[in-house]
């Protein structure tokens, strides 16, 4: 499975997860990886954790349901041996590169 060819609907079916349509907390969107808020904090400060945004002049983190759902999907290995694919865990397929620079 590439995590990178499946649709929004298809990841939502894959983790059997029902869509809230608005931008995740920091809370929710560590409830649906099963991590405790400080960790998911901690790969926020790490830069390895799910794409997120924090408007400016505000302190509140905010997560769009679609790259938690893709961050999720881009670990799936079938052996141990597998290397992840750290440019998956940062990119989303779904925007352009100059979009993911800014």
Not at 30 to 49: D, M, S, V
């Amino acid at each position: 499975m590439q995590a990178d060819t499946l649709s929004f609907e298809q990841l939502c079916e894959l983790f059997n997860y029902t869509p809230k349509n608005r931008p995740l907390s920091s809370r929710e969107a560590a409830e649906i990886l099963h991590f405790q808020p400080n960790t998911l904090e901690q790969k926020r400060l790490a830069g390895t954790g799910p794409r997120y945004f924090q408007p400016e002049g505000c302190r509140r983190v905010y997560y769009s349901e679609r790259d938690v759902l893709y961050w999720l999907a881009s670990g799936a290995r079938t052996s141990t041996s597998q290397r992840p694919d750290h440019v998956a865990l940062t990119r989303a397929p779904w925007l352009s590169a100059d979009s993911q620079t800014a």
